[in-house]
Structures are given as C-alpha cells and as structure tokens.
C-alpha cells in the first residue's frame, strides 16, 4: 500500500479510533516504510512538550471580571422596573408584537417578495422596482425591530436586537433606538447585544458618537469593558482623552480601571 | 454551561477552572507569548459571558468554546499583529527526571511546531492536545471531516521534517547551542 493511502487512515490510527482490520493495513504500511514510521514517531514524541502553568493572577483577574459582571446585573435589577402599562382591554394590534408575529411578518413578507420577484421577472419589469421592494421588505423589519425593543421582556428586546443584526442598513431611527437600548436597557445583556449589533454600523458618525459617549454614562463595569473593547478597535482620535477621563472618575470598578489603563497602554 | 446561559455567572468559575490551563495551552502552543496568552484567556470567558445566550443547549460544550477563543484570537491580533519573537520561558522547562536527549528533544519539537505556517501548527494543536474529535474540528474551521484529516497528516510531515532538519543541524555543529544551554540549563547556570 503506497503512502497516499495511509495518509487517510494515519490520523485515526494515531488516535488509536482506526478499526483493527485497517490498523493492520497501517502496521503492515509502516513496518516497510521509514517516513511514515518517522511521522508516528515524531506524533508520539509530542508527549515531551509539557503543559505550561498560566500563572497565579490569572483566576484573580477572572475573579475580578466576574465580580464585576455580577455588580452590574445587581445594580440593573436593584432599579425598579418601569411600572407596567396600564392594560384596560387588549389592543387590537397586540398580537403583531409578539416574535411569532415577527416570524409570520418576516415569511409573509419574503412570500411576497418571491411572488413579486416572479411577476416582476414575467413582465420583464425593471431592476429597480425588485429594488424598491427589497427596500420596503426592509422597512417592514426595522419596524418590527423598533416595536420589539420596546418590549417589557429582556428576551423580546435581545431578540429585536439579533434582528436588527439581519439588516445591512439602519434607518437613523433603529439606530437611535440602539443607541438608547445601549445606553439605559435595564438589561446587561440587552444592553451587550446592542453594543455587538452597533459595531457592525461603526461607519455611521451617529453610531461612533453615540457609543462614545455612552462609555461615560454606563453603570455596568461588564459593558464598560465591552465598550473600552470596541472603541478601542475604531481608534477614534479622542478616544484616549475619553479614556483619561473615564480612568479618574470616583469610585470607578478596579476592572474597569485596569481595562481603561490597558486600553491607554495600546493607544501609545 | 447550561447553567451559566441561564445566569448563574457564578457557575463560570466551574468552566474557567476546567478549561483555563487546556486554553492557555493552546494559545501559548500557538503563539508563543505568555503575557497574551493570558489576556486571551481573560477575553475568552469574558466572551462567554457575553455571548451566551448563543450556546445552544444539548450541543457539545468544548467546541464552542475553541470557537470562541480562534475568534478572541482572531480579532486580538486583528488589533494588533503579532511580533514575532521567541520567548525562552515558553520553552518546555528543565524536568529533573528527564535525560538529557529527552529535554533537548522538546526543545527541537518546540522550534519546529513554531517553523510551521500557523494554520499547520493550530490543526496539529488542536488534534494532538485539545481533546477535540476530528469532525469536532472539521465543525471549528468550517471544513469537511476528510480535509481535516489530510490536513492533520500534512502538518504532521512538515514538522517531522522541521524536526529532523533542526536534529540534523545540531549533530552537524557538535551538539550546538541548544544542547549546551539545557546542560547548562540542568547545571542551574544562567543562561
């Protein structure tokens, strides 16, 4: 058997997964050729590199992060809930802020869609009207994520913001609602999601502004830190004077501190 | 994890406990830098806690936390490339119980494992030392399961050869440097 078929089955055979029959087939292989010997035996020699040790401060530091991620989700829940809307009968268009509803919009829309796509093509109409009614296809689901990020439950409101995710564009108006989830959502986890749908627009001024300037305004150290990460990616030019600012501010959580002198350290 | 996707944070210090030493591991193997293999390892839990309304429940656990660390490491040095030096502390240390030829040997397969192009050397990483299946890793680098055996086999040639080329230079020169620095490493000299 020549070397190119052992080459298949080598990988397995060094796991010890090969069956016995192919392991033998392997063996026989290996009895008679040097180089494949050699490559079981440099594979076995692996074993010489020891593991290394991370050292003592990293579970502090760990320690330090998940403390200050729990300090935030505390303080978020510490914050009364804004008082629940009065309901005295069901509105009639309740039902189409539910997410299932966000589903059926979405199907019925993309139905649509398909079905004008196919009419379209049969009159031999132009490109921009198929552009016209990606555009409106478009519209209809930012308005849906605009609906849902006003929803009472968390969960509602990440998944608006994993919508919004779908959508190469946002209107200014989504991208403000983003901006405000951002900067005030009750939830740390809604408020993260944002920030990750928010980078993807970081070509937009009002998205770099606005997530600027929530690095002052935030109350969560786990989304401090996220902020410090992202701005430091887009390098904005006053970003250090911004990161001086926030490092001397009373009663800032050490990790946020620390994540602010690192951030300034790379910005040298 | 199933626990810390439904918010108990506290229950990631379980994770981080079992997975800190396999994932600093895998960086320091793969970039050799100790001081950013523990930052990468800090983003990754981080990471964790941010995404992980995105675990899926029921799905193996360890593969997706090695997407998650390619990702941090993907993006770190994203920010900023990696300088390419050769840090002697990451270098397997001395162990009194070794000879002489074993510890010389680590030394040569460290060097080699750090010759190879980087994709080489994180496929032979993570199939020789993260505990991850083959189709595992096919799913990690979005490639067939077959592709990543013929690729697992590839590396595997290339650093034998980096191996024996580098095993070859020190016969060659009497022994070399790297022999007498881990003899003078073993004597407890200052190298």
């Not at chain 1, 539910?98 to 589903?103: E, K």
């Not at chain 1, 690095?215 to 990616?233: K, R, T």
């Not at chain 2, 944070?9 to 997975?19: P, T």
Request: net charge neutral; proline share 5%.
């Amino acid at each position: 058997m020549k070397c190119d078929r052992i080459a298949e089955l080598l990988p397995d055979f060094l796991r010890g997964t090969l069956e016995r029959e192919r392991s033998e087939v392997v063996e026989q292989h290996l009895a008679g050729c040097a180089e494949c010997r050699d490559d079981v035996a440099v594979w076995k020699k692996l074993d010489l590199l020891p593991a290394v040790e991370p050292g003592a401060a990293s579970r502090e530091r760990f320690q330090a992060m998940l403390l200050a991620y729990q300090a935030g989700r505390e303080a978020a829940e510490a914050q009364p809930e804004p008082a629940a809307q009065p309901r005295p009968r069901a509105r009639k268009f309740d039902w189409m802020r539910s997410p299932l509803a966000g589903l059926a919009w979405g199907l019925a829309m993309l139905l649509l869609g398909v079905f004008a796509g196919s009419a379209m093509s049969r009159f031999h109409s132009s490109t921009e009207e198929a552009a016209a009614m990606r555009s409106e296809l478009s519209s209809m689901r930012q308005l849906l994520v605009l609906s849902m990020l006003q929803q009472q439950s968390a969960s509602e409101r990440l998944q608006a913001v994993s919508y919004s995710q779908r959508e190469e564009r946002l209107d200014p108006q989504v991208l403000s609602a983003l901006l405000r989830t951002l900067r005030s959502d009750s939830s740390v986890d809604v408020r993260l999601a944002a920030l990750e749908a928010l980078s993807q627009h970081h070509s937009q001024a009002q998205v770099r502004r606005g997530v600027t300037d929530a690095l002052q305004s935030q109350q969560s150290p786990l989304v401090q830190v996220a902020l410090i990460d992202q701005l430091l990616e887009w390098r904005d030019p006053d970003l250090a004077e911004r990161l001086r600012q926030l490092e001397q501010s009373a009663g800032l959580n050490p990790t946020v501190r620390e994540r602010a002198q690192w951030a300034l350290r790379k910005l040298q | 994890m199933l626990q810390v996707r439904n918010g108990e944070s506290e229950m990631l210090g379980v994770l981080f406990d079992r997975y800190q030493a396999p994932l600093f591991n895998f960086y320091a193997r793969l970039v050799g830098d100790r001081g950013a293999s523990e930052d990468l390892v800090q983003e990754v839990f981080l990471r964790i806690l941010r995404y992980r309304a995105s675990y899926q429940p029921g799905t193996p656990f360890r593969p997706w936390i090695y997407q998650i660390a390619r990702n941090a490491r993907f993006d770190h040095y994203r920010k900023s490339p990696p300088q390419e030096r050769f840090q002697p502390e990451m270098a397997p240390p001395a162990a009194a119980q070794d000879s002489a030829q074993q510890e010389q040997q680590a030394e040569l397969l460290h060097r080699a494992l750090r010759e190879l192009p980087e994709d080489k050397r994180e496929i032979l990483i993570l199939a020789r030392f993260q505990e991850l299946k083959y189709e595992e890793i096919a799913g990690l680098l979005g490639c067939e399961l077959n592709a990543v055996k013929t690729r697992v086999h590839r590396a595997l040639v290339d650093l034998r050869k980096a191996f024996r080329r580098l095993e070859q230079g020190i016969r060659g020169s009497g022994g070399g440097s790297a022999a007498t620095d881990l003899s003078l490493r073993r004597s407890g000299h200052e190298v």
